[in-house]
Nanobody, 116 residues
């Protein structure tokens, strides 16, 4: 079964941290570049971070230095470690498999709310 399942979202105060997880089926994890996107209410879905099969990473300017994407090949899981969270990081975070903006598979999303 081809799937992506996110977890780890929640409510956190400004300045706090969260780690999101995305468990992927083997058929996805072994083939695809994996990405984290986010979508705030009333806004489009935007790319946050990317990790290739070889482990090369890239980030949106708005999260550089605060977010870290990584993949655990033994667990078929990709992570997004988020620190120094800001209210503007509030969004639904989605895991996506694909590259160059062409996403073949999406997870169901996990809500991150940054508020005092």
């Amino acid at each position: 079964q081809v799937q992506l399942v996110e977890s780890g979202g929640g409510l956190v105060q400004p300045g706090g941290s969260l780690r999101l997880s995305c468990a992927a089926s083997e058929s996805i994890f072994s083939v695809y570049t994996l990405n984290w996107y986010r979508q705030a209410p009333g806004k489009q879905r935007n790319l946050v971070a990317t990790v290739t099969r070889s482990g090369t990473t890239s980030y949106a300017d708005s999260v550089k230095g605060r977010f870290t994407i990584s993949r655990d090949n033994a667990k078929n899981t990709v992570y997004l470690q988020m620190i120094s969270l800001k209210p503007e990081d509030t969004a639904i975070y989605y895991c996506g498999a694909g590259a160059w903006g062409k996403i073949d598979y999406w997870g169901q999303g996990t809500q991150v709310t940054v508020s005092s």
